[in-house]
């Protein structure tokens, strides 16, 4: 029996940004990502949602010590979206348009990064309570 | 006496900062809702309103027409804006969730009928943070 688990853990920012492409014109942006691309943006409470799969270490019972991943999330994630504009202050989004789905493919790349290869990573982003995605699926 | 309560929501950039202050005094009093480029917040309204019920209907107020009300004077000119820049009834004030609620008190309650008095603007700026007026 594998003895694979999944192990979660929720934080939360709180962002400006707007949905912008530089290849559209601004009439084709205005119909594209109507009031989402209003010129002085608007924000949302981003909750952020981590799952780590992994195998339980025999010697501490844990896939990740969830302090260690909370952590990670904290310095990588958090300090650099919370209380910041996405457009214009996080330097992943400088020309990305950051649409949820953008927003947790670059959360993926960055904690990918400082994960080791045994696990098994995936992201879901809630921009409202009522849309979110998922990265991978 | 009958209580009548509608939710709803909108999405806005915002910051927190006194233009009468310097940077340094900004950031130290608001720390990182200073944030020059702003930041943004899932605003959920709760708005309450109170009377009699009217005989012939057996409403307060038709729950529909107060959400009309809401989305016209306060969903829309609020909602993916940003409520230093944007919002003329937010000009000059400082946009706290306080200052907030007080606004949007002031926008509703000249639209309500004349037996019907509003009760309480519930706001929440995130789902741990919210305020709460009740007009005086």
């Not at chain 2, 909108?10 to 480029?37: I, M, P």
């Not at chain 2, 009300?69 to 969903?75: A, E, G």
Request: charged share 25%; aromatic share 10%.
């Amino acid at each position: 029996m594998s003895n694979k688990v999944a192990v979660f853990r929720k934080e939360h920012f709180n962002a400006a940004h707007r949905l912008h492409s530089d290849k559209l014109s601004d009439a084709e942006n205005a119909a594209t990502f109507g009031k989402c691309n209003y010129a002085n943006y608007h924000g949302h409470n981003y909750d952020l949602i981590v799952r780590v799969i992994g195998e339980i270490d025999p010697i501490t019972g844990f896939v990740i010590d969830t302090k260690v991943l909370s952590e990670l999330m904290r310095v990588h994630i958090i300090e650099r979206f919370d209380h910041k504009n996405l457009n214009l202050d996080v330097k992943e989004f400088k020309d990305l348009n950051p649409t949820a789905e953008n927003i947790a493919m670059v959360i993926y790349t960055i904690l990918k990064q400082q994960l080791d290869n045994r696990y098994d990573l995936k992201i879901t982003l809630y921009e409202t309570e009522r849309n979110y995605v998922e990265f991978p699926c | 006496m009958i209580f009548l309560t509608r939710h709803e929501h909108f999405n806005a950039a915002h910051k927190l900062y006194n233009t009468g202050w310097s940077e340094e005094k900004n950031q130290e009093v608001f720390g990182k809702c200073a944030n020059a480029n702003w930041h943004g917040h899932n605003y959920e309204l709760i708005v309450t309103i109170k009377g009699e019920i009217e005989k012939e209907t057996g409403f307060l107020m038709d729950a529909k027409k107060l959400s009309e009300i809401l989305q016209t004077y306060v969903c829309e000119p609020l909602d993916h804006r940003n409520l230093n820049m944007d919002v003329p009834f937010m000009a000059g004030v400082l946009a706290s969730t306080e200052n907030l609620a007080i606004a949007i008190w002031q926008q509703i309650t000249p639209h309500l009928p004349t037996n019907v008095k509003l009760h309480c603007v519930k706001l929440y700026e995130t789902p741990r943070i919210c305020v709460e007026y009740f007009g005086n």
